[in-house]
């Protein structure tokens, strides 16, 4: 499946890659369930308080239909 970004995904993107400087590696999860667009969700493994999971952050959504 091919994936069009705009601009302001980018920017999103390294705004919150930013805000987990040690983050070596992220997932982007897109989803095509509605059958009119995407959304997409940056995860990103972290670890606090030496409990590991996962952060989950939407990039784009319906809005940006």
Do not use: C
Request: glycine share 10%; proline share 3%.
């Amino acid at each position: 499946m091919k994936q069009h970004f705009h601009r302001e995904d980018i920017y999103k993107i390294l705004e919150v890659l930013e805000k987990f400087p040690n983050a070596g590696s992220f997932e982007l999860e897109i989803q095509a369930e509605s059958g009119i667009g995407t959304t997409g969700h940056m995860i990103i493994p972290t670890t606090v308080n030496d409990l590991q999971g996962e952060f989950r952050v939407e990039i784009w959504g319906h809005e940006s239909w």
